[in-house]
């Protein structure tokens, strides 16, 4: 998870190469599923989500 | 981390998840891959419909509920690991449609083969391939899922475009990825753990 992108970030780059209709979903559960992760603390910074997004039609 | 070096070590790491199973995660959270799954999202019944084996608790989501698969669709799995999120993709959209898995990790592309064997299905098949570079022609999918991978490539943006050729006008992707709302603590970031995970 070291690498993984912002919430922000990440909708900004889906606009920026052509994506349309784009959701961060936070799942319910995001605490349970990062704290499983084993890396103590980490539930604090990260979350567990859904990328939604469509290509245009044209 | 360099880019070159955090490749290595999640093929390496995958690699070895895939021989000798275990999960993405340190050891010691006390967890089963059935545990993992389920807190993922995944009910008892999808867990049951598919060979055992291709459940290593490695996702972070459950995108093939979420995507919302119909029959006939061709879907792309991005990191499909042992095979767990292709097979039940498989299942949705029957055999007019069709699950291209794709995976870095020779070893579970081996995995994910034998597992789509026992599960008898036959319109899945798994792939060697870097996300960065899909060796897929352009605008030949509907749907890509993917489950806790992306957060692992290095570079999101490469992943993304080649997610965007590949998809038909009007393709939809539908992500499970963990994301990061604010910095992780120097001490968490450089955690080798970390970079896996």
């Known amino acids: ?58 | 981390m360099a880019d070159d070096n955090i490749k290595t070590r999640v093929l390496e790491n995958y690699a070895r998840i895939a021989r000798q199973g275990g999960t993405c995660c340190p050891a010691g959270t006390g967890d089963e891959p059935s545990q993992a799954g389920a807190r993922a999202g995944y009910r008892p019944e999808q867990l049951g419909a598919v060979p055992d084996q291709a459940n290593l608790g490695l996702g972070c989501g459950n995108p093939v509920v979420r995507a919302g698969l119909t029959p006939g669709q061709t879907v792309l799995d991005l990191g499909s690991g042992p095979g767990l999120d292709a097979l039940l993709a498989a299942e949705r959209v029957g055999p007019r449609g069709q699950v291209i898995g794709l995976d870095m990790t020779p070893d579970m592309i081996a995995r994910a083969e034998a597992n789509a064997a026992q599960a008898k299905a036959a319109n899945v098949r798994f792939l060697l391939a870097d996300l960065e570079h899909l060796p897929l022609p352009e605008a030949s999918a509907d749907v890509v899922l993917s489950n806790c991978v992306i957060n692992l490539c290095p570079d999101k943006r490469a992943v993304y475009r080649e997610i965007f050729r590949v998809l038909r006008p009007g393709g939809r992707i539908c992500i499970a990825d963990v994301l990061l709302e604010r910095p992780l603590p120097e001490s968490l970031a450089q955690d080798p753990k970390a970079w896996c995970a």
């Open chain 1, 1 to 58: 998870m070291s690498g993984a992108a912002t919430p922000g970030g990440l909708v900004g780059l889906l606009q920026s190469e052509g994506f349309v209709d784009v959701v961060i979903e936070r799942k319910e559960q995001s605490r349970e599923i990062v704290a499983g992760f084993g890396l103590p603390g980490a539930e604090e910074y990260a979350i567990s989500a859904y990328i939604l997004a469509r290509k245009p039609i044209r």
